[in-house]
């Protein structure tokens, strides 16, 4: 921690310490000499006003293991609120750590590109969670969209609740694309299903790279209707991956109680678990 102020910028003195009530860690404190400003090696942190602070690195590994905000609560004897408060924090230092990371890959020889589908509030409202996935399922990068319903009887009862529902799918699956960019090289090759807006938006942004594209497969029910039910899977790198999401984050379960409110909240909830999946599980597994 600088002994200079941020004020005014002279030089101050240790005025004190003491033991954080929370976690018992030892705290300096400096004073300024000149306009009396006093600061403390936690000033400058990212965990700056929070209370709690000790449940921060228990509270993260749970939100990414398929354990609800409500549950988190329970077993760490906290409000809600307050877990509910660290998901945009926790989400902020997951964007950092996985910009990082990004930046020290290299080029991807394969990348897959595909779509879960999960909703916000009710099935009316379904959202398209676009992701790129390297062959050895790191995430690249993930897109969150608004889609309308599937289904006839379902799309009557949503535009009379709801109004017409925009459908944002290319627009995510654009801006998905746009950020790995600098992870394509020229032999870089996209695997994806048969989905004809993948082809189209591919050969659009990256015009020489080769594309393939596979027919879907009768999906299984163990994978959370990801996996599927073959000997082999073209696209098992981002299926794999979409079913340790429906596995990890309780609001993406197919029967589940827990549901999206917000759209912002979902994405915050995706960059926690993909940080957790790409320094932890992935990299055990590599």
Not at 52 to 62: A, D, E, G, H, W
Request: overall charge positive.
């Amino acid at each position: 921690m600088t002994r200079h102020c941020s004020r005014c910028g002279k030089l101050g003195a240790r005025n004190s310490t003491y033991l954080r009530k929370d976690d018992r860690e030892k705290i300096t404190q400096y004073r300024c000499f000149k306009c009396r400003r006093t600061w403390t090696d936690k000033t400058d942190t990212p965990e700056k006003g929070q209370r709690l602070r000790s449940i921060n690195r228990t509270l993260s590994p749970l939100l990414s293991s398929g354990v609800s905000i409500r549950r988190c609560a329970r077993l760490l004897n906290v409000n809600p609120k307050t877990v509910a408060r660290r998901v945009p924090f926790f989400a902020a230092q997951a964007r950092t750590a996985l910009a990082k990371g990004q930046a020290a890959l290299r080029v991807c020889e394969e990348i897959y590109l595909d779509e879960l589908i999960t909703f916000e509030h009710t099935r009316c409202k379904p959202l398209a969670v676009c992701m790129a996935v390297s062959k050895d399922r790191k995430i690249l990068a993930m897109s969150v969209s608004s889609m309308p319903p599937h289904g006839v009887h379902l799309r009557r009862i949503a535009l009379k609740k709801y109004g017409k529902r925009l459908d944002l799918r290319s627009k995510g699956v654009k801006q998905c694309l746009d950020s790995i960019r600098p992870l394509v090289g020229p032999q870089t090759l996209f695997k994806s299903d048969q989905e004809p807006s993948y082809a189209r938006l591919l050969a659009r942004t990256f015009p020489r790279n080769t594309h393939r594209a596979f027919p879907s497969k009768r999906a299984v029910i163990a994978g959370q209707g990801e996996l599927k039910d073959h000997s082999f899977d073209p696209l098992f790198a981002i299926n794999h991956t979409f079913a340790m999401f429906r596995a990890n984050l309780a609001r993406l379960a197919r029967r589940s109680w827990v549901t999206t409110k917000k759209a912002a909240r979902l994405e915050d909830f995706l960059y926690i678990y993909a940080a957790f999946h790409n320094f932890e599980l992935t990299a055990q597994a590599s």
